[in-house]
C-alpha cells in the first residue's frame, strides 16, 4: 500500500503506491514504549519522532524498522493520527492517489514549536510544525519577520 521516496519538502517520505480510501488504517508507528520523564529528556534532544499513547506512556517511533516515521509534516495534511488505546495509526484523511505523498500535523503544543520549524510548502503553512488548534496564538508579526510565511 505504501513505499518510502524521496519528499516533496523534507528528506524522505512516504507514498501511497496505490490508490487509498479516506478512512483506511495506513500504517502503524511502532517503537519503544517509554516514560514520560524519559520522552521529555528525548524530546529536549530534537527527537521528533515521539508521540503521546496515553497518560503514563509516549512511543519512541525514531527506530528505522518504523515505516511510519516516514511521514512527514504537513500544515495541510492528508492524514490524521488515531490512537485505539494500544496502537497509534497513520489513518487518511482523503482519498489518496497512487504516488501521493503521506503527512499530517505532527501537533507539537505552544511550548515546543519554535524547535521544530516547519517547511512544508503549503499555502496555509504556519512556519511550524503547530497543531492546528494552536495557530490562533502564533505571533504573526514575529512569523512575517522570519520570512515564514509564503507570500
Ligand atoms: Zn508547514
Not at 508521540?51 to 509516549?58: M, S
Not at 504537513?74 to 503521506?102: F, H
Amino acid at each position: 500500500m505504501i513505499r518510502v521516496g524521496t519528499s516533496g519538502w523534507a528528506g524522505e517520505g512516504l507514498f501511497a503506491a496505490e490508490p487509498i480510501k479516506a478512512g483506511t488504517r495506513i500504517v502503524s508507528y511502532q517503537g519503544e514504549r517509554i516514560s514520560k520523564e524519559e520522552s521529555a529528556r528525548r524530546r529536549a534532544a530534537l527527537n521528533s519522532y515521539i508521540f503521546h499513547l496515553d497518560y503514563a506512556w509516549d512511543v519512541d517511533g525514531s527506530g528505522l524498522d518504523n515505516t511510519a516515521r516516514y511521514v512527514n509534516h504537513s500544515c495541510d495534511p492528508n492524514c490524521r493520527v488515531e490512537l485505539d488505546g494500544k496502537e497509534i495509526w497513520i489513518v487518511a484523511d482523503r482519498d489518496l492517489e497512487a504516488g501521493q505523498e503521506l503527512s499530517f500535523n505532527y501537533g507539537y503544543d505552544l511550548s515546543e514549536y519554535e524547535r521544530f520549524p516547519c517547511a512544508c510548502g503549503a499555502r496555509n503553512c504556519c512556519g511550524y510544525m503547530l497543531a492546528r488548534e494552536f495557530w490562533g496564538n502564533l505571533p504573526v508579526e514575529r512569523a512575517n519577520y522570519e520570512g515564514l510565511f509564503p507570500q
